[in-house]
Structures are given as structure tokens and as C-alpha cells.
């Protein structure tokens, strides 16, 4: 274990921080929480630079964070800083979160509406882009993660269902039998024999900023805003979808793979619109 008083930015970003990150390895955490811990710790390196860490330049790097970024980007900068403070040895150097009240309405410039998800799938398959029409309804039609499509794989697809590993923790996804169809269909006509769906044109998986980007590509010809079009956004409609038909909380909890409900409540929320309409139907109006 290394003291903090003595690191330095150049063993810091060389030695410390590797070791950090190896200890997140054997902690089996995802890739992609250790590169972010390693970003956000970076930055935090680079504030403290060659000055002794001590709880009140901590507290100075947090409140240089508020007037820079939303709360919740803060707090999660925050989380990778006490992992790394707990693992050194010093928690009394950890700072608290923000305090940030959960949203009642989801704002409607961010939430992507059926009928927006359906004008991109349309505009993917009118572009001779078959994969990526696929692709779009895989996510949303299981409400996986876009991290978790390396598990929609041929053997998968003809068994109905996908064993997914994330976050340490496994789970079983189902793919509805209308899925199956289209994905089977697609699977011959591209001649993969096993192994993933949906891979690049030398047969590697496709990673996120492919996916990414080819869905930003829609949205002007589609008429959806920028804004709206991300992978994660279909796994918030699927969820939104599922829980005004079934309202089980506990339950879409573990299709999408939460230990905490209070995180697949954040999934549920839907806009003030649809709130007025629903009251507007009560008739309580008299005159």
C-alpha cells in the first residue's frame, strides 16, 4: 500500500494508479467502470498535482466539480475518488455526495417515445442498414445493456434466450419468438455459424462508439433529436413500456438486471405530460 503524502502526478499516473486499477480487477469489477475510475482519477491527480492530499484539498477538487458539471456527473467522480481514498488507507480523506432529490417527470427532451423509436428502426432498414435495424430492437426489445450485446449471440437466438454476465452478476435475458424470427433470418442470410450477431465486417464485435455513432446517423433523416438517440434510451423505454403494462417494479428489476428497485424506479419515470393526462381523465372538473 502506497502513502498518498508521497505520490507524485508521474508515479501516480504510472505506478499507483495501476496498481489501483489491478486491485478493480481482482475485485471483479466491469472494463468499463475501471476505465472510468482511472479518467476520473486522472483528473483528480491533475488538481492535486505534486501538493500532499489532504481532506481539504479533496473538498477543493469537489467544489471545483459543482460549478463544472451536472450533480450526477459530480457524484460519480466523486465515487471513483473514495474507492481510490479507501483503498489507499485514508477513508477519513473521503468527501459525501451530493445531495440530489429523485426526479418526479422525466424530461421530454431526453426521453426517447415509441413512436421516435420506431421512425429510427424504419429509417435504418430504409437505408439498406439491416444490422442496425436489428440491433436497435434487440435492446429494446430485451432491455439489455449495449455493453450486453456481445451476448445475443447464434446460440442464443435458436435456444430463445442469452446468459449475461455483468457487474459480477448472471442473469437470463428471453428473446421473444418475433425476435428470434428476424434474427434468425439475418443470421443465414449473413452466414455466421456462432458466436455473436452483431459484429463488424471482420467479424469482431461491435463496440459502443460504433453503435453510437450509426444511431446518431438516423436521426436527422428520421426527424428524432440528437439528444434523445443513445443505446441506453431504449433500455429506458423498454423499461417504461413493461412497467405500464405489468406495474412490477421488483420484477423489471431483474429482467434489467438491478440489485436496488430504487435504481429501476429512475428507469419508470415518465414525463409531466403523460402525468396532466392521466389527472385530466379523473374529471374532477365540474363547471
Excluded at 465486417?201 to 444511431?215: E, F, H, T, V
Excluded at 441506453?232 to 417504461?240: G, S, V
Amino acid at each position: 500500500m502506497k502513502l498518498i503524502q508521497d505520490i507524485t502526478p508521474l508515479c501516480l499516473s504510472a505506478g499507483i494508479l495501476r496498481e489501483f486499477e489491478e486491485y478493480l480487477r481482482q475485485e471483479e469489477r466491469s472494463v468499463n467502470t475501471i476505465e472510468k475510475y482511472a479518467r476520473d482519477l486522472r483528473a483528480f491527480f491533475y488538481f492535486v498535482g505534486d501538493r500532499a492530499v489532504t481532506k481539504e484539498r479533496v473538498l477543493a477538487w469537489k467544489e471545483s466539480l459543482v460549478v463544472r458539471y451536472a450533480a450526477s456527473s459530480v457524484n460519480s467522480m466523486l465515487a471513483a475518488a473514495n474507492s481510490f481514498l479507501n483503498w489507499a488507507g485514508y477513508p477519513e480523506y473521503k468527501v459525501r455526495f451530493l445531495k440530489i432529490q429523485r426526479g418526479v417527470f422525466s424530461k421530454p427532451e431526453k426521453e426517447l417515445t415509441q413512436s421516435e423509436y420506431a421512425k429510427l428502426v424504419k429509417e435504418a432498414s430504409k437505408k439498406g442498414n439491416e444490422r442496425l435495424s436489428l440491433l436497435l430492437q434487440t435492446i429494446c426489445a430485451t432491455g439489455i445493456r449495449v455493453s450486453e450485446l456481445q451476448y445475443i449471440t447464434v446460440e442464443a437466438v435458436y435456444t430463445g434466450w442469452a446468459e449475461v454476465n455483468c457487474k459480477g452478476k448472471r442473469r437470463m435475458v428471453f428473446i421473444t419468438d418475433k425476435l428470434c424470427r428476424l434474427l434468425k433470418k439475418y443470421i443465414r442470410k449473413q452466414k455466421i455459424r456462432t458466436g455473436s450477431v452483431f459484429i463488424t465486417k471482420n467479424g469482431r464485435a461491435l463496440n459502443r462508439s460504433n453503435i453510437w455513432r450509426d444511431m446518431k446517423a438516423l436521426c436527422k433523416r428520421a426527424g428524432v433529436k440528437p439528444g434523445k438517440v443513445f443505446p441506453h434510451n431504449l433500455r429506458h423505454l423498454f423499461a417504461r413500456r413493461y412497467y405500464s403494462m405489468e406495474k412490477d417494479l421488483s420484477r423489471l428489476a431483474d429482467i434489467l438486471g438491478h440489485t436496488n428497485v430504487n435504481t429501476t424506479r429512475i428507469y419508470t419515470v415518465e414525463s409531466g405530460e403523460t402525468h396532466a393526462k392521466q389527472i385530466g381523465r379523473l374529471e374532477l372538473i365540474i363547471t
